[in-house]
């Protein structure tokens, strides 16, 4: 149980286009779901926190109207990379929580952000 | 803002010998996690550590919590080539805040 998908796994785009990134909790219901970002060699970095049906919160110095996040039902959130450069080439990964078990949160397998 | 703080940041070990991972966070917090992540790969859960004393062990890997001393430890046993991984800790204070990662590499 408890299983959390993303897709796509990879993707590659050219710079200044939009990417979507959508993150499924398959077999629960997720009350609130967390982007990552991380770059190589180094640690993950929350982005922002989603709570379904809701306007997700974005940490300081995370771009809002480029990474637009929506969190549409209980089991899906998504994470747009709007007019993406080559700089937000990245692992991005979501993941998350399980409602009643609020101490645990699962994670996706990732999806590797490449920007020509 | 809450800093956690893992040491070393790499291990390069023999197997079969142990060796301990520690992770320091600077506020108090009831909630500590460890995390494994293969290259490419993202975090699978190895331990939930709720309270203060709690101790978990999974195989050749225990974790243990001090919320006194903020901190928390991973220690592994006769290290085999199959834990080759980076591990994390992350402490939960409103939000996740992880630690920067200890890349382990267990020589044959």
């Known amino acids: 149980g408890a299983v959390v998908s993303q897709h796509p796994s990879w993707v590659i785009c050219k710079s200044g286009t939009s990417v979507k990134i959508e993150c499924r909790s398959l077999?629960?219901?997720?009350?609130?779901m967390f982007w990552y970002r991380q770059f190589p060699k180094q640690s993950l970095m929350l982005m922002a926190t989603?709570?379904?049906?809701?306007?997700?919160?974005?940490e300081q110095g995370v771009e809002k109207d480029k990474f637009l996040i929506n969190h549409a039902s209980l089991t899906l959130s998504t994470l747009t990379v709007t007019s993406a450069h080559p700089e937000d080439s990245s692992f991005y990964i979501c993941?998350?929580?399980?409602?009643?078990?609020?101490?645990?949160?699962?994670f996706g397998p990732g999806t590797r952000l490449t920007v020509t | 803002e809450l800093k956690v703080e893992q040491n070393p940041l790499f291990l390069s070990m023999q197997e079969g010998k142990n060796y301990t991972i520690y992770c320091n966070y600077s506020?108090?917090?009831?909630?500590l996690y460890w995390y494994r992540q293969d290259p490419g790969k993202s975090l699978e859960s190895l331990f939930v550590?709720?309270?203060?004393?709690a101790v978990k062990q999974e195989g050749r890997l225990m974790a243990s919590l001090d919320t006194k001393a903020r901190l928390s430890t991973l220690h592994i046993t006769a290290a085999v080539h199959d834990l080759s991984a980076t591990y994390f800790c992350?402490?939960?204070?409103?939000?996740?805040?992880f630690g920067s990662g200890t890349k382990l590499n267990v020589k044959p």
């Open positions: 506020t108090t917090s009831d909630r």
């Open positions: 989603s709570n379904e049906g809701s306007k997700a919160t974005y």
């Open positions: 993941s998350a929580r399980v409602r009643h078990r609020s101490y645990e949160q699962y």
């Open positions: 992350a402490v939960e204070f409103n939000k996740f805040y």
């Open positions: 550590l709720l309270s203060n004393g």
């Open positions: 077999d629960f219901q997720a009350t609130t």
